[in-house]
């Protein structure tokens, strides 16, 4: 059997439509998904949707509707955004599906040794559906930063869940990179929070109060808090704990997340799987946040960029592009449609594109169309795969560019058209073909990043008769249409 790989985003939680931060989360997993086929691993890559929780409660609410008709909607247009930027994924998961449902209280059953009964007295948000701590409201001032609403108080009969048993191994694993976290510069800030140890979490919610969950087994008056249960669906997906996929793929190979959720990603989760006896995920790549001309994402500043419109003007890959290269992998990164534009006309238009179009107009008229390809190249691309094995995707691009200006210097050296006056067929030949190799190398280079343009530049350097394309692979796109 072929190695496997496995991948998988977070689930973002489904009351509100995606921006382009998921987005690029889902780009980011969807390199590293294609990436890992093309070297031959058989893939599952996962997303999905977060779908219980008093947030959607309380909206269904609002609504008048059924909290399912509105998860069935919301879900969908998650789904959505995945086509929209072609992204590959051959698992979507909903929290609301049987399949996760019913796994989730099969690991419920398996943690139950390190889950207690108890009074929850303290401090929560709605909005984060978070409980605080004490010291954490009060730096605060009682008001939730993220919603800049007071939080609630709570006290309640809940089960908790023996984080505090966790701390030290997992700190361990941390240290030892059999659970690696990337980028590297984002570690000890996680490990400083694990040192202090850490403490036990309420980790469900009486179904009196909220009724949307999943229930905990044997005892209805419960439901498994949306967080806890959330989790689980890493592994509920691969059919955990008899599933052939569970054996085959688990322990995931990267795990995407945004850097909102580390501390349910770096101490909740792998608790979780330290007590049911599985292996912590391999990697775990922490993407920033994308601002845009510098501001926070918000509705109510209108700064909303969706990725459709991007699309509309632009296309998929020069979207994909932009995050991928222009977002730092390590940090937060600004989105801005002058930057954007930018981008596409010198770095996609000029570099690739003229590299592209230059190389077949030459390898039509002076060969005919016909370039013997076999010749392999020798462009060392061991930065470009070191970079994608760190989710440094901006780094990996940076290598294939390298290789595109590269090319652009080595016409411009050579002057095939020159060449051509001098009638020395073989010399002519040797440098159109060496063109026709560094494209297709640069192709299968782009094939996870930028799928669509290296297909279609496979396409033109592996047909018949090479001729430039009838429309060029980025076409001019005029300032005056970008929206302000
Ligand atoms: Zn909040």
């Given at each position: 059997m072929p190695k496997t790989y496995y991948v998988t985003t977070s689930i973002p939680y489904a009351n509100a439509n995606p921006h382009i931060g998921f987005a690029m989360e889902l780009i980011q997993a969807d390199v590293l998904a294609r990436y890992a086929r093309q070297q031959g691993h058989e893939v599952i890559f996962s997303t999905g949707t977060d779908e219980h929780g008093s947030k959607i409660y309380e909206k269904a609410q609002e609504n008048g509707v059924d909290p399912r008709d509105l998860t069935n909607e919301m879900s969908q247009t998650f789904r959505s955004l995945s086509d929209m930027i072609d992204i590959s994924n051959n698992r979507f998961i909903r929290t609301t599906d049987e399949k996760h449902e019913t796994g989730a209280q099969k690991i419920w059953e398996k943690l139950k040794k390190d889950i207690y009964k108890s009074t929850y007295e303290g401090l929560y948000c709605v909005g984060c559906e978070e409980f605080v701590t004490a010291t954490t409201a009060k730096e605060n001032n009682n008001i939730c930063p993220h919603h800049q609403k007071p939080y609630q108080s709570l006290k309640e009969e809940n089960y908790f869940f023996k984080l505090s048993a966790y701390a030290e191994k997992i700190q361990k694993a941390i240290e030892d990179n059999s659970f690696e976290l990337l980028p590297a510069s984002r570690r000890n800030e996680i490990l400083r929070m694990i040192e202090g140890g850490l403490e036990d979490i309420s980790v469900s919610r009486p179904s009196n109060k909220l009724p949307w969950g999943v229930p905990v087994p044997g005892d209805e008056s419960q439901v498994m808090y949306v967080w806890f249960e959330a989790l689980m669906n890493y592994i509920t997906v691969l059919d955990f704990p008899d599933g052939a996929d569970f054996s085959n793929y688990w322990p995931a190979d990267v795990q995407v997340i945004g850097k909102d959720i580390i501390r349910f990603h770096t101490t909740i989760w792998p608790a979780m799987l330290l007590a049911i006896g599985a292996d912590l995920p391999k990697k775990l790549y922490i993407h920033g946040f994308i601002s845009i001309k510098n501001q926070k994402i918000s509705k109510s500043i209108g700064n909303v960029v969706h990725p459709q419109e991007v699309i509309d003007i632009f296309g998929v890959d020069p979207l994909r592009y932009y995050l991928l290269r222009h977002i730092p992998s390590s940090s937060d990164g600004d989105f801005t449609w002058q930057a954007l534009h930018n981008a596409y006309t010198n770095e996609l238009a000029n570099d690739l594109g003229n590299a592209v179009q230059r190389t077949a107009v030459m390898v039509n008229k002076y060969l005919?169309?016909?370039?013997?390809?076999?010749?392999?190249?020798?462009?060392?691309?061991?930065?470009?795969?070191?970079?994608?094995?760190?989710?440094?995707?901006?780094?990996?691009?940076?290598?294939?560019?390298?290789?595109?200006?590269?090319?652009?210097?080595?016409?411009?050296?050579?002057?095939?058209?020159?060449?051509?006056?001098?009638?020395?067929?073989?010399?002519?030949?040797?440098?159109?073909?060496?063109?026709?190799?560094?494209?297709?190398?640069?192709?299968?280079?782009?094939?996870?990043?930028?799928?669509?343009?290296?297909?279609?530049?496979?396409?033109?350097?592996?047909?018949?008769?090479?001729?430039?394309?009838?429309?060029?692979?980025?076409?001019?796109?005029?300032?005056?249409?970008?929206?302000?």
């Open positions: 005919d169309g016909s370039a013997d390809n076999d010749s392999p190249t020798t462009h060392d691309t061991s930065a470009y795969h070191e970079a994608l094995e760190r989710c440094q995707f901006d780094r990996a691009l940076e290598e294939v560019w390298k290789q595109a200006r590269g090319l652009n210097q080595y016409i411009d050296e050579q002057q095939p058209w020159q060449v051509a006056k001098q009638d020395d067929r073989e010399h002519l030949e040797q440098i159109l073909q060496h063109q026709v190799a560094s494209m297709l190398q640069i192709a299968e280079l782009l094939e996870p990043l930028l799928p669509h343009t290296a297909k279609r530049i496979q396409e033109i350097f592996t047909a018949d008769v090479i001729r430039p394309p009838e429309t060029t692979l980025f076409p001019r796109v005029e300032t005056d249409i970008l929206p302000s």
